[in-house]
């Protein structure tokens, strides 16, 4: 099955500096990778996500990079805010059979420091 | 729009105890999908049904985990016995279709702790 690795576990940035978030997958099926923000308490929120036919993607202050050679994709985020504050979580979904369920990376707490 | 809702919020059972949890998708949604998410972790799916049939239940241990979902709206998620480690995070989602691209939009959780 897919397993999918990200890093790093922490992440602490000052107000206004970028973050970035690594992920890499094994299963060269992978067509679809979601990124999630999730607060305390509260359920994953989709963010951002990027198909396999697509080398990047951004949205206001964050973008998506993918490799599928390599394997490896990025969540980038421009000029942080507190509000940017949560565990961010990277997945992949490797259809087979009819399932299209996501498998998540461990997460990633980022903490911006004002 | 409505989005997923669960419930309980919270459950504290003793182990060897069964528990069970329920889950309303967004109106409309074709598929439901339960995952577990121990703390510390990424949620992983336990599984997945498409309307009221099971597409995916490779993850699922069945041995004391069932669900169900009657009519292909609500899903019912049931432990029986609990052990210890079941302790978790239990989140439904549901997306509109099937397919890559397909957005995935997750409830609030159930947090179980088995004592």
């Known amino acids: 099955g897919e397993n999918v690795e990200q890093h790093p576990s922490t992440l602490s940035v000052q107000e206004g500096d970028s973050a970035v978030i690594k992920c890499t997958y094994s299963d060269s099926a992978s067509n679809y990778f979601p990124w999630y923000k999730q607060e305390l308490g509260k359920g994953p929120q989709l963010i951002i996500d990027i198909r396999s036919n697509v080398g990047e993607k951004k949205d206001q202050r964050i973008a998506v990079t993918l490799n599928k050679t390599a394997k490896h994709f990025s969540l980038h985020i421009t000029e942080t805010q507190p509000e940017d504050s949560a565990v961010y979580f990277c997945?992949?979904?490797?259809?087979?059979?009819?399932?299209?369920?996501?498998?998540f990376g461990k997460g990633t707490h980022l903490i911006i420091q004002p | 729009e409505a989005g997923v809702a669960q419930s309980p919020r919270y459950k504290i059972i003793e182990k060897r105890q069964s528990v069970a949890f329920w889950c309303n998708p967004i109106s409309g949604h074709a598929t439901l999908y339960w995952y577990q998410q121990i703390l510390g972790q990424g949620p992983k799916l336990l599984i997945q049904?498409?309307?009221?049939?099971?597409?995916?239940d490779s993850q699922l241990p069945k041995d004391r985990f069932s669900a169900e979902r009657l009519k292909g709206v609500d899903s019912t998620l049931k432990i029986q016995p609990a052990k210890l480690e079941d302790s978790a995070v239990y989140l439904c989602?549901?997306?509109?279709?099937?397919?890559?691209?397909?957005?995935?939009?997750f409830g609030q959780g159930t947090r179980l702790t088995v004592v």
């Open positions: 049904f498409q309307n009221n049939g099971v597409v995916d």
């Open positions: 989602a549901s997306s509109l279709g099937r397919g890559a691209g397909t957005e995935a939009f």
């Open positions: 997945a992949a979904s490797s259809p087979g059979g009819g399932a299209d369920g996501l498998t």
